[in-house]
């Protein structure tokens, strides 16, 4: 079913949706799996907090399966594939994710919780086109001649060239916020330089990464290219981490997770992207474009019910300016309408689980208890998984409310009069994912912008990546780049050839 109009309401679930949910299954080596254990567990729709579905809760046994699949694969039919084909198959995964675009985006409004038009336009839409760009890079991947200067034996010549190859099995490990499309920054890259994959999707949110895998058998990809298992990160990710099989491990997530998966992938020397977590700054000057507030506050904090990496969490405003900019920051945070994703009207969504929300709450709670002011202290819904958005005032750098990621509808406003300390309070967390500056300066902007710890600074916007824009994080923030011509090159290997001849 094709997409709808972004701003459209969903008024009934698509009969394809209804009947997914009946009952999903992993794809493992082409085919439908129940987890051996024939064990499953539910996810849920956090607007009501109903069962959604019972998905496999997959083990190591299944994990198994899964990797030796993705190894035959890559050693038979993915290898001999032209990269003109590869490209080919990448067009058309693009193709069927928008033939299939209402469904998948009814399907993750229904399981994540998002706004209907943020599902359409990113998780769908921006999907589509990530595939199309990682189609063109597969057919351009090349490698250098090389002049060499060996001595030895005398009267010998050298050429030396080097060749790019797949690097093997990718493990894919993808967090709750953007489940379609993290899996797609995942899998475009590696399908393109020639990999095959295993992805484990959140265990909250594994139905849109099941059908990407089968839309990608549907365009042509062949058995065990790409394989979903469904189930917790102990029991499931962390089997896959350390499979023998695995070469390479692109994650993101918690820092937490992060360091552990790195760790385990160091154990083995297996190729590791970590994409983790953030607590990003929005620096505010005094000659900022006050016209812009309201777009800060909306797409820059409050995208996504604030469940985003890079959500600017930390506002930073200059003096002349922070009356103003409380004001307004304020009166948009108030008028944010809270209510079920299905709507888009509503801009504050339900959060993605009981869990989420109770820390969400619990962050609030203790920025009270450690003496954070509270500005707009309202409610939300009482059903299904909501958290209201509230704005302090009053909190020192040390508080848990500034260092800790809440990774929800929560932000903090400070004053600052003089621009170094602004910088330096900026950087004063261990992330370094995402930041911003608002000025209309572009002296004060060219300055200022290599001084922060951050992986990407937008200058006037905020939290809007894009598929030729290298992102990730510096400090804990990971290790690694994704997106654009960089991200194909996390899935290759280098080899150099010297060839001797007289
Ligand atoms: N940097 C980025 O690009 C980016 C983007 C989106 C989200 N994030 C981060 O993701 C986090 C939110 O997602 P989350 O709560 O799902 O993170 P999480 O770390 O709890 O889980 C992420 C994934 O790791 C799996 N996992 C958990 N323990 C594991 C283990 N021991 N071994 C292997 N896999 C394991 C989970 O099952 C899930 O699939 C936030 O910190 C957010 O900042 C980062």
Redesign the pocket.
């Known amino acids: 079913m094709k997409i709808a109009q972004p701003d459209s309401a969903v008024t009934s679930i698509s009969a394809q949706v209804t009947s997914f949910l009946s009952a999903p299954k992993c794809l493992i080596d082409g085919k439908p799996h129940a987890a051996l254990s024939g064990k499953t567990y539910s996810v849920y729709n956090p607007a009501d907090g109903s069962v959604l579905a019972e998905v496999p809760a997959c083990g190591a046994e299944d994990v198994d399966l899964a990797v030796k699949a993705a190894r035959r694969a890559f050693e038979g039919p993915w290898s001999q594939m032209l990269p003109a084909q590869r490209q080919g198959i990448l067009l058309k995964i693009a193709d069927l994710i928008e033939a299939h675009g209402e469904e998948l985006a009814q399907l993750e409004t229904l399981n994540q919780g998002k706004s209907i038009m943020l599902s359409r336009l990113i998780e769908v839409q921006s999907s589509a086109e990530y595939f199309r760009y990682m189609a063109g890079w597969a057919t351009k991947i090349e490698g250098s001649t090389l002049d060499v200067s060996i001595p030895i034996p005398p009267g010998m010549r050298y050429q030396a060239y080097t060749r790019k190859e797949a690097v093997g099995v990718v493990a894919a490990?993808?967090?709750?916020?953007?489940p379609l499309n993290?899996a797609v920054w995942k899998i475009a890259p590696a399908l393109a330089a020639g990999c095959t994959v295993v992805l484990?999707?959140?265990?909250e949110t594994p139905l849109t990464s099941i059908r990407l895998a089968e839309i990608c058998l549907e365009a042509g990809v062949p058995e065990g290219v790409v394989n979903v298992v469904t189930g917790?990160?102990?029991e499931t990710?962390?089997p896959?981490?350390a499979h023998p099989q695995v070469a390479k491990i692109t994650?993101?997530?918690?820092?937490?997770?992060g360091k552990?998966?790195g760790v385990q992938a160091m154990k083995d020397m297996k190729r590791v992207t970590l994409?983790?977590?953030?607590k990003a700054p929005m620096i505010m000057f005094d000659d900022m474009d006050l016209d812009l507030l309201g777009l800060a506050a909306g797409i820059g904090s409050f995208f996504n019910t604030g469940q985003t990496?890079c959500a600017g969490v930390r506002i930073y405003a200059q003096k002349g300016i922070y009356e103003k900019a409380l004001e307004v920051i304020a009166n948009v945070t108030r008028s944010l309408a809270i209510g079920s994703g299905l709507d888009p009207r509503n801009q504050i969504n339900p959060v993605v689980s009981a869990r989420h929300q109770a820390h969400v709450k619990a962050c609030i709670a203790r920025g009270i208890e450690d003496g954070a002011k509270p500005v707009i202290g309202a409610t939300a819904p009482s059903q299904g998984f909501f958290v209201a958005p509230e704005l302090f005032t009053d909190v020192r750098q040390d508080m848990a409310l500034m260092q800790d990621?809440v990774?929800g509808p929560v932000i903090t406003m400070t004053p600052f009069d003089d621009a170094d300390a602004a910088i330096a309070m900026a950087n004063d967390t261990r992330y370094g994912?995402g930041a911003s500056i608002w000025t209309t300066d572009i002296n004060k902007m060219m300055r200022y912008v290599p001084k922060i710890e951050a992986g990407t600074v937008w200058v006037n916007s905020h939290n809007i990546p894009d598929q030729n824009m290298p992102?990730g994080?510096m400090k804990q923030?990971?290790i690694g780049r994704e997106h654009g011509r960089g991200a194909l090159d996390n899935y290759l290997e280098t080899k150099s050839v010297c060839v001797a001849y007289r």
């Open positions: 490990i993808t967090p709750w916020n953007f993290m484990k999707p959140a265990e917790f990160g102990e990710g962390a896959l981490v994650f993101t997530g918690s820092t937490e997770t552990l998966i994409e983790l977590g953030g990496c990621e990774f994912l992102f994080g923030s990971g």
